[in-house]
């Protein structure tokens, strides 16, 4: 990312940090066992869905997930198979593994598409 691009990405997010946004993860799950899934804001705490819920999705199958969020702010996704959160992607379900493509930038009535592949 060119310092260009970082400036002028930090500057869309302190203008507009405190703007709500409502956006939505299109979540497929193309592995043979079910994985609950939640969102971590990078830039506060916040948790989707929070209060020690999990967005699960059954094997083979795809779910549709609102969220209201800050607009700018960077959101990003850990996964893990159901029952077993050894197996997992994105930033995991602690929300502390690295990962440079599983976050994404809160942007009014967008959709970001997640694939949870074997």
Not at 27 to 52: H, M, Q, T, Y
Request: aromatic letters at 8%.
């Amino acid at each position: 990312m060119t310092l260009f691009r970082m400036v002028a990405l930090a500057a869309l997010v302190l203008a507009n940090s405190a703007e709500a946004a409502d956006m939505a993860f299109f979540i497929k799950n193309l592995r043979k066992e079910g994985v609950a899934v939640e969102l971590f804001s990078r830039d506060r705490e916040a948790v989707w869905p929070g209060n020690d819920k999990v967005f699960l999705v059954d094997p083979g199958s795809q779910k549709s997930v609102p969220i209201s969020c800050n607009q700018g702010e960077r959101i990003c996704y850990g996964a893990w198979v159901e029952g077993n959160d050894k197996i997992s992607a994105g930033v995991g379900p602690d929300n502390d593994q690295p990962c440079d493509t599983c976050c994404f930038i809160c942007v009014e009535h967008t959709t970001e598409t997640i694939d949870l592949v074997p």
